[in-house]
């Protein structure tokens, strides 16, 4: 994974797609070459213009890639938040249900800091780790703002 990933993920623009090098190894042993963004709604066709930029980004940085053949190209969803942060801890309308979810293409890269924040939300300790730019309620606290603006 470059070093760039991040500023891809939640670069300061989403109007124009990003491309970053990801290079993952399958227990298969294939590889799968990655990443993009594109704000795109839930359109799941192959942006063939991107998918050129992953290819070309990605004999950039490994040339040997040159020698494989492609066998598929897919679409996934990559959910977000509307700040780009991720929902970690205690589901603020529904009893002892904790949520993990919506860190967009950067869930394998935070993965300690959320395990650390949702273990320690269930076992009701503090965290090392300051809960709230996370916590959950932060979407229903600024909805009903709104809702009452």
Do not use: C, K
Request: no cysteine.
């Amino acid at each position: 994974m470059e070093l760039g990933y991040l500023a891809s993920a939640h670069g300061p623009s989403r109007e124009s797609p990003s491309v970053a090098f990801n290079l993952q190894p399958r227990a298969t042993g294939q590889m799968l070459l990655g990443s993009s963004r594109e704000f795109a709604g839930f359109d799941a066709s192959i942006n063939r213009a991107v998918r050129s930029r992953m290819i070309r980004r990605g004999l950039s940085f490994m040339p040997a890639l040159a020698g494989l053949s492609a066998i598929r190209t897919w679409v996934g969803f990559r959910p977000a938040t509307p700040d780009n942060l991720p929902l970690v801890g205690r589901w603020p309308r529904t009893p002892r249900l904790f949520v993990a979810a919506g860190h967009e293409g950067l869930g394998v890269t935070t993965a300690l800091g959320t395990a650390r924040l949702a273990a320690d939300a269930i076992l009701g300790r503090r965290s090392a780790i300051d809960p709230a730019p996370y916590a959950p309620d932060r979407l229903f606290e600024r909805s009903e703002a709104d809702a009452d603006a």
